[in-house]
């Protein structure tokens, strides 16, 4: 792919959001300083102040479900299955990412029954393409290419579910996904 140009059309502004800023106001959070090595060294806003913000920028979200943690090791899904084999990234409504929704009331009933749900977002209906580089699988040699993306097309970044990244830019409106 060398000399190759790549277009992935427009970033989306914005790192992680708070909104306990001024007046109530979004405040920013820049996700490198609260990600140190893994381990979440400042506040982070909660999974429905998160996905508020996400469906105010038009952004499709829905609940997932939750990783169970015993002593520090990943003990199972909110689901319950003991073999479930998408422990924290499957929905939590009967319809999935075609339940994933912008409006506020049905967000907020949501993470009012499921406070520690994990966030999905409905990509094509968001107008969204989204990277993943999961960082800790054995062999993972993407390294380079994050950090080239981060650095010339900076963009909205959030952690995944499994200590990866999900780097998120517009579709590009001449050549949709």
């Known amino acids: 792919m060398a000399g190759a140009k790549l277009d992935i059309g427009g970033p989306v502004s914005g790192s ?7 007046g109530g106001q979004p405040k920013k959070l820049d996700v490198d300083a609260i990600v140190n090595e893994g381990r979440v060294t400042l506040d982070e806003p909660s ?35 003991a073999d479930c084999a998408s422990v924290g990234k499957h929905p939590r409504t009967a319809k999935g990412k075609d339940n994933a929704t912008t409006d506020e ?12 749900a994990n966030i999905g977002l409905n990509c094509g209906a968001s107008g ?35 200590d990866g990244f999900h780097l998120f830019y517009q579709q590009p409106k001449d050549n949709p996904l």
């Open 47 to 81: 999974f429905l102040e998160t996905a508020l913000y996400y469906a105010k920028n038009g952004w499709h979200v829905s609940p997932l479900h939750t990783p169970i943690f015993q002593d520090d090791k990943l003990a199972g899904c909110s689901c319950g299955k």
């Open 128 to 162: 969204l393409v989204a990277i993943d580089f999961d960082i800790h699988k054995e062999g993972y040699a993407g390294g380079e290419l994050l950090d080239k993306l981060r650095s010339e097309h900076p963009t909205t970044t959030a952690k995944s579910g499994s």
């Open 16 to 22: 992680h959001f708070s909104t306990n800023g001024a």
């Open 105 to 116: 009331k049905i967000i907020i009933r949501w993470w009012s029954l499921w406070p520690d």
